[in-house]
Structures are given as structure tokens and as C-alpha cells.
């Protein structure tokens, strides 16, 4: 049972564009909405999270954009960078539980 | 502070054959997850303890095992290895598991 969607699968941008992840969940106990960044070799890295009494949180060139009703939220990525290449893993959690979407490999190219 | 530590970092085994591996979390934090990672299916959860009791498992089978120490160090056990388990093998601590979690590298397991 795949509680966290997350789409697209692979990603390629380029170079001062904007990266735009999507993830949808099911379960309404969930009530923190983390984004973690993976390099190859490396496990996750929490990037930026939010939780659902805000709609958006930004963080430097990273904003994570937050529809309650709609149980969706997206990670954008302004003015990428070859540097930003990675794995992004969308995440939610709560009841002591945490559930990851599949990943987006994301490619920057310069 | 140190992260999390996980060893050994990359280990092949027998079909057949069991694995213990060990995560190490950040010190103070009670709860300890374990994911499989493999490629195009994410991070598939299969365990959380905290304070020595597994609260939450995901769809493993019987064969995945864990525990907790009361130093809050966790060991995972796989037994009767299949070729389908080669993975990398990721521990996350945290405060509370519903947030924060930290990563450690990873165990890359190579079933041959």
C-alpha cells in the first residue's frame, strides 16, 4: 500500500530553471511533510519540511507549497544548479510513523 | 555530534545465508527505523522501535527481523537470504519518529 505518491519519477532541467516535485497522501493522521535530498552513495538528508497550519515554507532557493484539502504538496526548486542533482524523496509522518514517496531523480544540466 | 553509524557499510552474502546489521543513532535519540532501498521502489519501511519496543513494521516478511538495545543502538536480521534482498539497507534516528529523522550511509547488502 503506497501511502505517499510522488511524481515524476526522473527529472531533467535545466541549468536557472525550476525544479517542480509533486506528492499526494492518504492518510489525514499524517502532520509533518518532510522533503529529503539523497547524492549517490550517501543516505537522505532532510532538506525542508512543513507541517499543515502553513500553506508555504521557503528556505533559500527551495519552497515547499502545502494544499491540505487537496492532500498534496510539492517541492520547487528556483534557479536550479548542476549542484542540485540528486534524488528527492517526499515524506509524511505522524503516529509515529513515516512513509516515503518512490523518489524523483532529478538532473541539472549546466 | 555525531550522526548516525551504520556498519558494515557493504557486505556479500550466500543465498541461504543470515545477516545482522547495525545502526548506531545519534546519541539521546530513542527511536531507531530501518528502510530497504532499492532501485525504483524507494524507501520501503520495514521496522521502528523506540525505548527497546518495535512500535510500527511494514509488509516483510517473517525472514526481517530487528531489535533495540537500551543504549538505543538497533540491530536488523535477515534470515534465509534471497537474491531479491540485495539492497541498501538505511537506519534513521530520531527524537520522535514522526520527525526529524537523521540517515545514516547505509549497509549495501549483495545476496549472491
Known amino acids: 500500500q503506497q501511502q505517499v505518491k510522488q511524481s515524476p519519477q526522473s527529472l531533467i532541467v535545466q541549468k536557472g530553471g525550476i525544479s517542480i516535485i509533486n506528492c499526494a497522501y492518504e492518510?489525514?493522521?499524517?502532520?509533518?511533510f518532510p522533503w529529503y535530498q539523497q547524492f549517490p552513495g550517501k543516505g537522505p538528508a532532510l532538506l525542508i519540511a512543513i507541517r499543515p497550519d502553513v500553506s508555504e515554507k521557503k528556505e533559500g532557493r527551495f519552497t515547499i507549497s502545502f494544499n491540505k484539502s487537496a492532500k498534496q504538496f510539492s517541492l520547487h526548486i528556483m534557479d536550479s544548479q548542476p549542484g542540485d542533482s540528486a534524488t528527492y524523496f517526499c515524506?509524511?509522518?505522524?503516529?509515529?510513523?513515516?512513509?516515503f514517496g518512490a523518489g524523483t531523480r532529478l538532473t541539472v544540466k549546466p | 555530534k555525531a550522526g548516525v553509524t551504520q556498519t558494515p557499510r557493504y557486505l556479500i552474502k550466500t543465498r541461504g545465508q543470515q545477516v545482522t546489521l547495525s545502526c548506531s543513532p545519534i546519541?539521546?535519540?530513542?527511536?531507531v527505523s530501518w528502510y530497504q532501498q532499492t532501485p525504483g521502489q524507494g524507501l520501503q519501511f520495514l521496522f521502528e522501535y523506540f525505548s527497546e519496543t518495535q512500535r510500527n513494521k511494514g509488509n516483510f516478511p517473517g525472514r526481517f527481523s530487528g531489535r533495540q538495545f537500551s543504549n538505543s543502538r538497533s540491530e536488523m536480521n535477515v534470515s534465509t537470504l534471497e537474491l531479491g534482498d540485495s539492497a541498501l539497507y538505511l537506519c534513521?534516528?530520531?527524537?520522535?519518529?514522526?520527525?526529524?529523522?537523521?540517515f545514516g550511509s547505509g549497509t549495501r547488502l549483495t545476496v549472491v
Open positions: 534513521a534516528s530520531s527524537l520522535d519518529a514522526s520527525y526529524g529523522y537523521t
Open positions: 492518510n489525514t493522521a499524517f502532520d509533518y
Open positions: 515524506a509524511a509522518s505522524g503516529n509515529n510513523d513515516m512513509r
Open positions: 546519541s539521546g535519540h530513542r527511536s
